[in-house]
């Protein structure tokens, strides 16, 4: 009984391992749903300044009168609140853990033709956290400034149009969007991929090429959606 003890210990670790990345793999998955509503939502900038005023209003007013005005953008909120906080506490926990059981050496893990020095990641796998980090930094920053209205760089306005439009005339607040959709475009990629994994879809060569090409189609959908308007109030097409 006390040999047992140790294996049975390793594989509850390792049941609770795998359970984490399911966590982590769904609400991420929740994000990548956010992104593609709210990259939906900000292409009503093309639409003129009523469409995307009105569209932020209807947020508001979404499920009235069986709910207060706000409600379920609030549960929505908190929906992705906690998506965000299961993602990352997830993630912080599996580091953690990979950490200890490798030394301080986690991405060594065995030596092949492509990787002579035991270092099997890609750029994007390899930046997950940094990347993380700078999204979360931005997403702070980005509220602050279109949903809070505390932060206004392009002049204080109610209208959520006019806030957006007077933001990205401003150069360098266009270059800090393009920075954080850098690192959201590295770790989109990577964590759609590894979402499937965790999931258990990747099975087989060929349903692999195929899911990597979803993951970078979500990718870039996702992002050249997000880079249009900005880039296009950059340069005068959007006023």
Known sequence: MVVRAPARRRTSIRSSSVLLHAVMAAAGMVMVLFLLAHMYGNLKVFSGAEAFDGYAAHLRTLGEPFLPRSGALWILRIILLLSVLAHTGAAFVLWHRMRAATGGRGSRRYVTKKAPRGVQRTYSSFTMRWGGIVIGLFVIYHLLHLTVNVIAPGGASDSPYQRMVGGFSIWWVTLT???????????????????????????????????????????????????????????????
């Open 177 to 239: 969007y393009l920075i954080a959709l850098l690192a959201l475009g590295a770790h989109l990629r990577h964590g759609v991929w590894s979402a499937f994994a965790s999931l258990g879809v990747n099975t087989g060569v060929r349903r692999r090429r195929h899911l990597n090409q979803v993951a970078y189609l979500v990718t870039g959908v996702v992002i050249l959606g997000f880079l249009l308007p900005p880039l296009a109030i950059q340069f005068g097409m959007v006023t």
